[in-house]
C-alpha cells in the first residue's frame, strides 16, 4: 500500500504523506509494505496483527495517536513474527505506558522474530517505553535501532527504557538522539535509554551488543544490561561488541549500567540499575567474563559497574 510520499526525513519533520487513513490499522498477511501513509489513529491500539502473520515493513509513514485516549498504544505486536522493517517514520502522541512490543503483549511472544530494524525513524512526545523480545529457544537474530531521534515532553509513570531489546543474538543501538523531560535525572528511579539482556532460559549462546554514537538527554541511566544470576554476559571478545559513550551527554546521571539488582532480593525497585541497588555481578558464563566489559569513556563519564 503505497501513499506516494516525497519520502523527506522524519527527523527533521519535513516526512509528509498525500494519503490517509484514519482507524486501527489491522494487519491480516504476511509479507505487508505500507508507505507513505499517514496512520490517524482512532482506536487505543493503532496496529494490530492477525494470528501467524509474518514480515512487515513500514516506510515513510506518519502515526498519529487518537485524541483524547489516555492510554494509546502505537505498535501491538502480538501474534507477529519474521522481519519487521521501520524506516524513516513519524510517530507522535502516544499515551500509553507501552508504546510499542513488536512481538507480543508484554510477555513470551507467540512466534520467533527474525529480525527488527528500525532506523531513520523520530519519536516524538510518546509516553511510553518500546520493547523487542527474544522467543525462548528462538531468540531474534538481529535487533536494530539506529539513527533515529526520541524526544518527549513527558514519560508515563510506568515506562522503563524508550528501548529494550532482549533475547536477540546481536544488538546494535547506534547513531541515535534520546532526550526526555527536562529533570528527568534528579527524580527517584532508573528510568533510561536502552536496556538489552539475554537470559540463559533464553539461550547458551553468545550475544552481542553495540552501542556507540548516542547521545542522551535528562535520564537517569543510559545502556542497560544485566549481569546477575540467570543473565549471560555478552560476548565482549566478538568484533560485533562495543559500548562507546564518547558522545556529550547532558544530564545523564549513570550513562551505562552493568549492574541490575542484588540476588538477595533485598534491591528496592527505584535502586535498580543504581549504585544504592548494590547489584551482583555474577551472569552464568561469569567464567568467560568474569568482570563487566570494557566502555571507551573518554570524558570520564560515571558507570555503574
Excluded at 546481536?170 to 537470559?199: C, D, H, M, T
Amino acid at each position: 500500500m503505497d501513499g506516494e510520499s516525497l519520502g523527506k526525513s522524519a527527523r527533521t519533520e519535513q516526512l509528509t504523506c498525500t494519503a490517509k487513513i484514519t482507524g486501527q490499522l489491522q494487519v491480516n498477511a504476511n509479507d505487508c509494505v505500507f508507505r507513505g501513509i499517514h496512520f490517524q489513529s482512532a482506536t487505543e491500539k493503532a496496529i494490530v496483527f492477525a494470528a501467524g502473520v509474518r514480515n512487515v515493513t513500514f516506510q515513510d509513514c506518519i502515526f498519529t495517536a487518537p485524541a483524547g485516549n489516555s492510554d494509546s498504544k502505537w505498535f501491538c505486536g502480538s501474534n507477529l513474527g519474521g522481519n519487521i522493517t521501520i524506516t524513516n517514520c513519524l510517530v507522535q502522541d502516544f499515551t500509553g505506558w507501552l508504546l510499542a512490543d513488536f512481538s507480543s503483549t508484554s510477555g513470551e511472544p507467540q512466534q520467533d522474530t527474525d529480525t527488527i530494524k528500525i532506523k531513520r525513524c523520530f519519536f516524538k512526545n510518546n509516553a511510553g517505553s518500546m520493547a523487542s523480545r527474544g522467543k525462548t529457544g528462538a531468540r531474534t537474530k538481529f535487533g536494530q535501532f539506529n539513527n533515529n531521534k526520541c524526544v518527549t515532553n513527558t514519560i508515563h509513570a510506568q515506562f522503563w527504557d524508550f528501548i529494550e531489546i532482549n533475547g536477540c543474538k546481536r544488538v546494535e543501538i547506534q547513531n541515535n538522539y534520546f532526550e526526555a523531560p527536562s529533570g528527568q535525572e534528579q527524580l527517584a528511579g532508573k528510568k533510561g535509554v536502552a536496556q538489552v539482556w539475554s537470559k540463559t532460559t533464553q539461550s547458551d549462546r553468545p550475544w552481542t551488543v553495540k552501542f556507540a554514537g548516542n547521545e542522551m538527554k535528562n535520564i537517569k541511566v543510559g545502556l542497560k544490561v544485566a549481569h546477575n544470576t540467570g543473565f549471560r554476559a555478552p560476548d565482549a571478545d566478538s568484533p560485533n561488541f562495543e559500548i562507546d559513550i564518547s558522545q556529550v551527554n547532558t544530564n545523564c546521571t549513570y550513562p551505562v549500567s552493568f549492574l541490575y539488582k542484588n540476588n538477595d532480593g533485598s534491591t528496592a525497585s527505584n535502586d535498580k540499575w543504581l549504585p544504592a541497588g548494590n547489584g551482583s555481578y555474577t551472569p552464568d558464563n561469569a567464567t568467560q567474563y568474569p568482570s563487566v566489559p570494557a566502555v571507551t569513556n573518554p570524558n570520564s563519564y560515571t558507570i555503574v559497574q
